[in-house]
Every structure is written in C-alpha cells, then in structure tokens.
C-alpha cells in the first residue's frame, strides 16, 4: 500500500515560519491529488490545502489563505506545505494525504483520500 511520512514540525513564535514535507512511496500518476490536513486539541480534523499533481493546480482554506503554500515535487514523490505569518490557531497535528482517484479537481473532504501519514506536530506560541 501506499505509505506517507511527514516531517519538518516544530516549535515556533507567533509569525515565524516552518516547511512541512511529505514523501509518498508512490504518487498519484495522473489526475490525483495530494492533500494537507491539520486536528487541533477538542477540534475536528479540517482541511488545509490540496495540489493537483497533473498541473500543480492549488487550493487553499480560507483560514490559510495567503499565509501558506503548497508545492510538489513530483520525481521525488514529495508534497510541501510552507507555513508563514503562523499564529497560534495554527497549532495542530499536521497530516498528508493522497487521492489517487480521478479527478478534475481536488476534494476537501477526508474521505476522498485514501492514504494517510501518522502526522507532524505545529506549535505555535504567543
């Protein structure tokens, strides 16, 4: 099965900034999506953005948007969040995800994505 690993959390001031990373053991050949979540302490899992490996196309939560980017680099089966201007709303258990389904564009619900890393930790103070 396809197997994902994070890395790159840590311990930040409010504004500071941190580079998530994700290697997959196999990537999404055509029309898939690579997908990052986040689960908060006594909060649901949410959504935080998603790349559309055929192309690159982005998508972004309201609550990250214009703070965080995500990028891929395919020959490597890699997927990178870069998270600046981070404030403490932004600690939470980050995963990544994948979606090798066809697609036209990528979902932000949990249940489309059928792999799932174990998570990296963000905590960001006041």
């Known amino acids: 099965q396809v197997q994902l690993v994070e890395s790159g959390g840590g311990s930040v001031q409010a504004g500071g900034s941190l580079r998530l990373s994700c290697v997959a053991s196999?990537?999404?050949?055509?029309?898939?999506?690579m997908g990052w979540f986040r689960q908060a302490p006594g909060k649901e899992r949410e959504w935080v953005a998603a790349i559309y490996t055929d192309g690159g196309s982005t998508y972004y939560a309201a609550s990250v948007k214009g703070r965080f980017a995500i990028s891929q680099n395919n020959a490597e089966n890699t997927v990178y969040l870069q998270m600046n201007s981070l404030k403490p709303e932004d600690t939470a258990l980050y995963y990544c995800?994948?979606?090798?389904?066809?697609?036209?564009?990528?979902?932000?619900?949990?249940?489309?994505?059928?792999?799932w890393g174990q998570g990296t930790q963000v905590t960001v103070s006041s």
């Open positions: 995800a994948s979606d090798p389904g066809s697609r036209t564009t990528c979902n932000w619900l949990p249940w489309a994505y059928n792999y």
């Open positions: 196999e990537y999404p050949f055509r029309r898939g999506c």
